[in-house]
């Protein structure tokens, strides 16, 4: 019997190469591996422990395609059997005719008249392959072509912080400021709304962007957002 | 046979480098940077990907690639260097990727590339080994899932001592047989993979550097993890 060791703590910052455990006692999950009876992080990240399984939530790198998350994409070449999609990866994305629309799209028909090259379209993934090949959909509750507005890039893994708890946040930010605001998994978002308005939003969230590892950072928004619009703001959490 | 060298220059000792200085995320645009200085070497280091390879007839279905490009600055020397790449900035490149391969797990791109820029602002001895040290850390900064990280550092035999981390003005002693050794190494399992040399040595000698700079790589590695960990402490 080896000795079983944690040798680091839930929530520490890993680097590639550091031993987390040793002993058969733990399980390598997402971002660690096993190397005879070690287990090793394979890459930056938080660590987390659940129960015996230890895992690494990535703290920076390019966007990686998985299904079902929603993501703005932006039109960059129309083929014969649909378009083609950047979705801010190594990996383009495809979004096949019969997933463009609700009404049949007829063979030979002209396809510009549904999304044009550069128009940035609300899509959910519908398909990821071994070899990273991605299938979108634009059919669904709340997908559709983007008019108006503004299109800002943010990190990807800073996505959940800006969307909150249920929300919260996001909730928060077009309540204040009246925009519409569409944050896609890959780090592409939407704003739209009043023009000064939306430069208020653009700065809440790069300043949660800036600061998503702060604790209290709801407080430090909402405070921002207070004084910039000048209105008295409550943070809600939909049950 | 007398030996002549007793003492180094700078007054180190044989086993010591020079002062080291490491940072993590020093561009913004890139996706990945570090920044790595040893005594008066500086290399800045930036990655960009993974993202769609072009020329598309390089892409490979099995694995992603690794690419990388070493510049040293025009004003980085003494002399000016030329801009532009040059017979050994292509040597560099290739051995930088090649000392940086077999830790990357590039399966988990395919069809993708990986582009890794060494900027080299200030060169006084040792900038590849800065350069692979400053390249591993952009790697990590980039979230690029790797093996483990890859420790890079200079031996030299000048007149049969063995010295770690050679720097410029030991490089050019004359009177004596002096040897560069440039190694890079994984350091959890000891692979060696950067090994060339440049003068004369015996080959005991030769075997003798490689253990000797086991030490400083371990420190190295070490203050590499700190510079990574330093950024994220917020």
Request: with cysteine; net charge positive; glycine share 8%.
């Amino acid at each position: 019997m080896t000795d079983e060791k944690l040798l680091v703590k839930d929530k520490d910052i890993v680097i590639p190469g550091e031993v987390l455990a040793s002993g058969m006692n733990y399980l390598p999950g997402h971002g660690t591996y096993r190397d005879d009876k070690k287990i090793i992080a394979n890459r930056l990240g938080l660590l987390t422990i659940d129960g015996k399984v230890l895992k690494t939530v990535p703290l920076a790198g390019r966007y990686m395609p998985k299904r079902n998350d929603v993501i703005i994409g932006k039109v960059i070449d129309i083929l014969m059997s649909g378009w083609k999609l950047d979705i801010n990866s190594a990996y383009p994305a495809m979004l096949p005719l019969k997933d463009a629309s609700f009404s049949y799209i007829a063979k030979g028909a002209d396809l510009t008249k549904y999304f044009e090259l550069d128009d940035y379209v609300v899509l959910k993934i519908t398909n990821v392959t071994s070899q990273n090949l991605v299938d979108v959909t634009c059919k669904g509750p709340g997908l559709h072509k983007i008019r108006g507005g503004r299109i800002i890039h943010v990190n990807t893994h800073k996505v959940p912080r800006i969307i909150g708890k249920k929300g919260s946040m996001v909730s928060l930010i077009k309540g204040a400021t009246d925009c519409k605001v569409i944050v896609g998994q890959n780090g592409t978002t939407w704003v739209s709304g009043e023009p000064h308005m939306e430069i208020i939003t653009v700065n809440a969230i790069k300043m949660i962007e800036e600061k998503a590892h702060v604790s209290g950072l709801t407080e430090s928004v909402k405070a921002y957002l207070e004084k910039a619009t000048g209105k008295k703001l409550e943070v809600k959490i939909k049950e | 046979m007398m030996t002549k060298f007793t003492k180094r220059p700078d007054g180190r000792k044989f086993e010591d480098t020079r002062p080291i200085e490491a940072k993590a995320g020093v561009i913004s645009k890139a996706d990945g940077s570090a920044f790595f200085k040893i005594g008066k070497t500086s290399a800045y280091a930036a990655v960009y990907g993974p993202r769609e390879l072009h020329p598309r007839h390089r892409q490979d279905p099995k694995t992603g690639i690794l690419r990388c490009n070493y510049n040293m600055m025009p004003f980085s020397g003494e002399e000016r260097v030329r801009p532009g790449p040059s017979r050994r900035s292509k040597e560099i490149s290739m051995v930088t990727e090649k000392a940086l391969q077999p830790v990357v797990n590039l399966e988990d791109y395919p069809n993708a590339v990986v582009d890794v820029f060494v900027e080299l602002t200030e060169t006084d001895a040792g900038s590849r080994c800065a350069g692979i040290c400053a390249a591993s850390m952009a790697l990590a900064d980039a979230g690029i899932t790797m093996k483990d990280m890859v420790t890079s550092v200079s031996a030299g035999v000048i007149d049969h001592n063995i010295v770690v981390d050679i720097d410029g003005e030991e490089e050019h002693i004359e009177d004596v047989d002096v040897a560069d050794i440039p190694i890079a190494m994984i350091p959890s399992t000891e692979e060696i993979t950067l090994l060339q040399m440049d003068g004369k040595a015996k080959k005991e000698e030769l075997l003798k550097a490689i253990e000797a700079v086991k030490p400083a790589l371990k420190k190295i590695a070490e203050i590499q993890r700190k510079a990574l960990k330093e950024k994220y402490k917020g």
